[in-house]
């Protein structure tokens, strides 16, 4: 019986490490989304600027 129970706590302790490292993982990938998100907005945003500044140029050549 002591093995069985001995068993059985260990299932549980790495289930939960298991739950715990599918929390790590979720919260990694929302950050990893909002990094990618905010890298697009300055990419699109240096795009319009450098466009801007490609139009000023022609206009004043």
């Known amino acids: 019986m002591d093995s069985l129970d001995s068993f059985i706590k ?33 990419e699109k945003e240096l795009k319009k600027k450098k466009i801007e500044e490609y139009e000023r140029l022609k206009i004043g050549i």
């Not at 299932?11 to 929390?23: A, D, S």
Request: proline share 0%; hydrophobic share 25%; no cysteine.
């Open 10 to 42: 260990k299932k549980k302790e790495e289930i939960k490490e298991i739950k715990g490292n599918k929390r790590w993982f979720k919260q990694a990938d929302l950050e990893n989304q909002k990094n990618k998100e905010i890298n697009n907005f300055y």
